[in-house]
Antibody, heavy 119, light 111 residues
C-alpha cells in the first residue's frame, strides 16, 4: 500500500519561500497525479496544484504566480515551492495521490505538516 | 473556480440516517460524474469515502452512499455510529482546463 510523507520546515518567515517535499513509498511515483492540498487552521481544503510523473503541472489560479511543483522520479519524491509567503499561507499542507487529470479524487494522503508563517 | 456549497453542520442520533448536500454548478457537479467525498477526523488527514459520485473504495462501509441530481450531490450515512462524527468534504471535477474544487465542509455530529 502506497504511503506518502511530507517533510520540510515548520516555520517560514514572511516574504520567504515555503519548501516541502513528499516522499512516496510502497509504490512508484510513475503514473498517477501527485498533488499538494492545504488547510488553514479551522478552515476547509484548498487544492494548490499537481504534477504528473512526466512533469506536466496544473495550479490553482489564485496561487499560480507563486507556486512551483516539481518531481524527482529517481527519488520517488515530489516537491512544493511557494514564494513570497504571508500569514495567510499558514496551514497544514498535505500531499496526496490522484488518478485523473484535474480530478480531486485522492485515494492516498500524507499525514500533513503544519507550516506557520511568522517572523 | 468557486467552492462547492455545503451546509456547515448536520446531526443525527445513533442508528439514524443523515444526508449531506453539496451544491455546485453546471460547470462542475452538474456536468460530470466525478464527485468525491472525504471524511476528516480532528488532527487527521482526509480519507476518501466516495468517488465518481457513488463508488466506495475498498474498506469503506456500505453505510456510506453517494448520489447526484442536477447540480447537487449528496452523501448519506445510514445507521449512524459514534465514529462517524467528523468533518465531511465534497469535491468535483470542473473540466479539462480547470482545477477541481472542494466544498467548504460539513461537521457531522452524532447526538
Amino acid at each position: 500500500q502506497v504511503q506518502l510523507q511530507e517533510s520540510g520546515p515548520g516555520l517560514v518567515k514572511p516574504s520567504e519561500t515555503l519548501s516541502l517535499t513528499c516522499t512516496v513509498s510502497g509504490g512508484s511515483i510513475s503514473t498517477y497525479y501527485w498533488s499538494w492540498i492545504r488547510q488553514p487552521p479551522g478552515k476547509g481544503l484548498e487544492w494548490i496544484g499537481y504534477i504528473y510523473y512526466s512533469g506536466s503541472t496544473n495550479y490553482n489560479l489564485s496561487l499560480k504566480s507563486r507556486v512551483t511543483i516539481s518531481v524527482d522520479t529517481s527519488k520517488n519524491q515530489f516537491s512544493l515551492k511557494l514564494t513570497s509567503v504571508t500569514a495567510a499561507d499558514t496551514a497544514v499542507y498535505y500531499c496526496a495521490r490522484g488518478s485523473k487529470w484535474n480530478d480531486p479524487d485522492f485515494d492516498s494522503w500524507g499525514q500533513g505538516t503544519l507550516v506557520t508563517v511568522s517572523s | 473556480q468557486s467552492a462547492l456549497t455545503q451546509p456547515p453542520s448536520a446531526s443525527g442520533s445513533p442508528g439514524q440516517s443523515v444526508t449531506i448536500s453539496c451544491t455546485g454548478t453546471s460547470s462542475d457537479v452538474g456536468s460530470y460524474n466525478y464527485v468525491s467525498w472525504y471524511q476528516q477526523h480532528p488532527g487527521k488527514a482526509p480519507k476518501l469515502m466516495i468517488y465518481e459520485v457513488s463508488k466506495r473504495p475498498s474498506g469503506v462501509p456500505d453505510r456510506f452512499s453517494g448520489s447526484k441530481s442536477g447540480n447537487t450531490a449528496s452523501l448519506t450515512v445510514s445507521g449512524l455510529q459514534a465514529e462517524d462524527e467528523a468533518d465531511y468534504y465534497c469535491s468535483s471535477y470542473a473540466g479539462i482546463n480547470n482545477l477541481g474544487v472542494f466544498g467548504g465542509g460539513t461537521r457531522l455530529t452524532v447526538l
